[in-house]
């Protein structure tokens, strides 16, 4: 038999080239053209080297905003992660009320960004939103429009509501794929509740584990939407993470390069921390 | 010290995992639970062991009621089909944790797993995790594991099961020496007849949630109470074909083979159980039966070939010492060891061996 030489299966290939290309190739050159480029407009560039990523690098708004950005994501992991393996500990193994369990966990995964913001500005407005009204009521003083302390309160509250489900889910699998001899073994030695979660559960939880918070950092530090709709960065600059103080900067004054170096200067960030962080989790695994 | 279990019974919902069971382990014995998938070994071990209670029932260890009681409390250990170890613990403290939790010296405890991983060849290899081991050698730590801390009951569910063919002979063949000595009863879950008869000690044949027989290894393989039980000990599976008996001589139904039988028994319609190394392609035995076969299919497995082939309108499966292959359709005559024929009833129940 004879191959038969036929290049039309690359025609096949061509449209996920152009789709490439226009989704994410594309506006990303577009961005590093602006990065290194002043502009006037009327598509007349001047080259201007590092210079923005030199006057960004020394901004005290970048480092500012940047500060707030791992403040935040470093809270919401450290309440995320503990709540969702500790919802996952508790749900059902068995039963009617696991497919229950699941679609509850998965319904604040399925609301769009900017219905969670809506929602939770109306829920939270101190006037006649329930949470704040209610917490007025109580003698609390809540504010989340004009004190800061109310509004990191506020955008965090938000975000574990909207993305613990998403950490619950992970570690519900992981749990689930223990096989039940681990715990009669465990049973057997007499080993305690807490010994079975630290030695047994945690362990074989570690990949799940990685995948949620690889996912949780990354979203959380790109968050732009929710704290966008129910805060708007506010009171002044208190929740202006990095993603809004980029928008500002580039819708709002038109400063592209300087927005287009913070933008590259932030994609790398993201890229470093993940990167650091698997390799720190995975060390173990690959000596074996 | 013995283990028994009177009337034991176990019921998840409608379905019936164990039928009414009545068993009595003695001290320092092998107890082989043979039988093949759901047949029951796995429910009967965790009563045994206390990690699962019997609908009705009761477990009486060294003449006490144990029923309900817990598992922490029983001196139990366990080793499972699947390579159970602490997955963040290394070697030692892997076979060093049911020590650790009842309180042991440390100087004690280094010592004894010393001893253990030395009798497992471990010794190593102790500083690794498991995951950086082989299979056979993570069981092997699972095995130091359940060794360490002599427990009253040893249950083995099957440890060979996910080892590899190389590895799981080589275990296998260490296996009776790590038991050997020990003060305490030993109950060995497998599906191959060839486990039980290298580990010998006692064997119950399990199926379908019951124990159809129970006694020393051998007499359970050489006198089969039932036809049943003659299955579940028999790998490759065991022939069976209707006889005639008439006077001294039997004949099979489907053809018109003779033989002498010495059966006391009245005349009338039998079955014969025949084990596939008892129809052999050479004589064996004073008393030789030769059948005609045709091929159906022959295959070699180690040092023995194994051949199907048709009689009447019967399949048969002979298995021969040596190496030699056959064609499909091949005509070819075998012979049967009429000595080894083991009868059974209409009823499937051991009539006498012939």
């Known amino acids: ?288 | 010290m013995s283990l028994e279990l009177k009337n034991v019974e176990k019921k998840v919902g409608l379905d019936t995992h164990i039928y009414r069971t009545n068993l009595k382990l003695q001290k320092n014995t092998i107890n082989i639970l043979l039988g093949s998938t759901l047949a029951g070994k796995t429910t009967l071990m965790q009563i045994m062991a206390g990690l699962d209670k019997p609908t009705s029932g009761e477990i009486w260890f060294n003449n006490e009621n144990v029923t309900g009681m817990k598992v922490q409390k029983r001196n139990v250990s366990m080793v499972y089909q699947q390579f159970i170890n602490y997955p963040n613990f290394t070697v030692y403290d892997n076979i060093a944790s049911p020590l650790k939790i009842t309180g042991v010296s440390s100087d004690e405890t280094k010592q004894r797993v010393g001893k253990v991983a030395e009798l497992l060849k471990l010794s190593g290899m102790l500083n690794k995790k498991p995951n950086e081991l082989s299979g056979g050698q993570q069981q092997r730590t699972a095995l130091a594991r359940a060794l360490v801390k002599d427990s009253d009951l040893i249950l083995l569910d099957e440890p060979l099961a996910n080892l590899d063919f190389k590895l799981r002979e080589e275990l296998r063949e260490e296996l009776p020496k790590l038991f050997e000595n020990r003060d305490c009863i030993v109950v060995y879950a497998t599906t191959e007849p060839s486990e039980a008869l290298l580990l010998g000690g006692n064997t119950a044949t399990l199926q379908e949630g019951k124990i159809i027989q129970y006694g020393k290894t051998l007499d359970t393989y050489n006198k089969p109470n039932s036809l049943v039980s003659a299955q579940v000990f028999s790998d490759p599976p065991m022939n069976i074909a209707k006889i005639k008996k008439l006077g001294d001589m039997c004949s099979f139904l489907q053809n018109d083979i003779q033989w002498k039988t010495k059966l006391n028994i009245k005349d009338g319609e039998y079955k014969v159980g025949i084990r596939p190394h008892n129809i052999t392609t050479y004589k064996e035995g004073n008393n030789t039966l030769e059948i005609k076969g045709k091929v159906l299919i022959s295959e070699i497995s180690g040092s023995e070939s194994l051949i199907h082939f048709t009689n009447g309108n019967l399949n048969w499966v002979s298995l021969s010492n040596g190496v030699f292959q056959k064609n499909v359709g091949d005509e070819m005559n075998l012979y049967m060891n009429t000595d080894e024929f083991v009868y059974f009833d209409q009823n499937e129940r051991l009539v006498s061996n012939g």
């Open chain 1, 1 to 288: 038999m004879n191959k038969t030489v036929n290049q039309k299966a690359w025609f096949f290939v061509i449209p996920v080239f152009v789709l490439v290309a226009f989704n994410a190739i594309i506006p990303l050159m577009t961005v590093v053209n602006y990065a290194f480029q002043e502009t006037f407009g009327n598509n007349v560039f001047m080259w201007e080297g590092t210079r923005w990523f030199k006057q960004i690098m020394l901004s005290e708004r970048f480092h500012a905003s940047l500060g707030r950005q791992f403040l935040f994501t470093f809270i919401i992991l450290f309440i995320q992660i503990p709540l969702g393996i500790a919802i996952a500990l508790t749900m059902p193994k068995e039963g009617v009320g696991v497919p229950v369990c699941l679609v509850l966990m998965s319904m604040p995964l399925l609301i769009p960004w900017n219905v969670v913001g809506a929602m939770w500005n109306i829920f939270a407005l101190p006037d006649i939103g329930f949470l704040g009204h209610s917490l007025n009521a109580l003698g609390f003083d809540y504010n989340f429009t004009q004190q800061i302390g109310d509004a990191w309160f506020t955008t965090i509250l938000m975000d574990v509501w909207h993305w613990t489900s998403l950490v619950v889910l992970l570690s519900y699998a992981g749990l689930r794929s223990i096989q039940p001899a681990y715990y009669q073994a465990a049973e057997i030695d007499g080993a305690s509740r807490w010994a079975i979660f630290t030695k047994i559960e945690l362990p074989k939880m570690k990949k799940v584990l990685t995948i949620a918070i690889l996912l949780r950092f990354m979203d959380s530090f790109m968050i732009y939407t929710e704290p966008f709709v129910l805060t708007g960065g506010g009171p002044g600059n208190a929740t202006a993470f990095l993603s809004i103080d980029l928008v500002k900067m580039a819708l709002g004054q038109f400063d592209l390069g300087p927005a287009a170096a913070m933008s590259l200067i932030y994609f790398f960030i993201v890229l470093l921390v993940c990167w650091v962080f698997y390799t720190l989790m995975m060390r173990n695994e690959e000596k074996s």
